[in-house]
């Protein structure tokens, strides 16, 4: 049982560059979402997902699009790159809100751009 | 606006001893909390949720205790061991959590 699966687990992006982080979950959870962390902070919510074909924005969502075609994937693109997006991106998944068995995380992308 | 708030950054605990961690929380809404364990490199690992209806909730050696008219939110870990060492985030939710900044624990031989 693999859980919550990220990709890339490293990237160095230029100023301007785009890309798309990969997230895969094999638990058939409903509930998807992206956080981001910054160095000594909390995470900040980017975008959320219900179920397939709902999603829905975060507390940090500018410069950020996400879609939600099957409910086992839930891929974050980051268009136009900017320095301010240099962080580690966690995405997480869980069967209703996770008020009994929390999220389950995967390991995170660490994206620095530069 | 800092809805979910560990306003310890670090904490350092012998082992064998008692940690405590602390969390304040500003939106009465929240109707239920989780705390998280942090390994270097890894993402948060779950460790305990309480509802907002409970006060109290325990699990081995962790037990989560919660003020709902404080709006405070405590993780005790008895006795700590040097596994325990790793940074600890509260949440807390509606719809979706919201973190805090995390607490670092270090437990020491």
């Known amino acids: 049982n693999a859980g919550v699966t990220q990709t890339p687990k490293f990237r160095i992006l230029k100023i301007g560059q785009s890309m798309t982080l990969q997230c895969t979950q094999d638990m058939n959870h409903n509930y998807m979402y992206w956080y981001r962390q910054d160095p000594g902070m909390g995470l900040k919510l980017i975008y959320y997902?219900?179920?397939?074909?709902?999603?829905d924005k975060g507390e940090v969502p500018n410069g950020y699009n996400v879609s939600r075609s099957t409910t086992e994937d839930f891929p974050l693109r980051l268009e136009l790159a900017a320095p301010s997006q240099t962080s580690v991106y966690f995405c997480a998944s869980s069967y209703g809100r996770g008020e009994i068995g929390g999220y389950t995380f995967g390991s995170g992308t660490r994206l620095t751009v530069v | 606006d800092q809805q979910v708030k560990q306003n310890s950054p670090s904490l350092s605990v012998q082992e064998g001893r008692i940690s405590i961690l602390n969390c304040d929380y500003t939106?009465?809404?929240?109707?239920?909390f989780l705390w998280y364990k942090k390994y270097p490199a890894e993402g948060p690992t779950f460790l305990i949720s309480?509802?907002?209806?409970?006060d109290k909730n325990e699990d081995g050696r962790f037990t989560v205790f919660l003020n709902k008219s404080a709006k405070h939110l405590s993780l005790h870990i008895v006795p700590s061991q040097p596994g325990d060492s790793a940074v600890y985030f509260c949440a807390a939710g509606t719809q979706k959590l919201v973190f805090g900044q995390g607490t670092r624990l270090t437990i020491n031989p």
């Open positions: 939106n009465s809404m929240f109707d239920y």
């Open positions: 309480i509802s907002s209806i409970k």
């Open positions: 997902s219900v179920g397939a074909g709902i999603t």
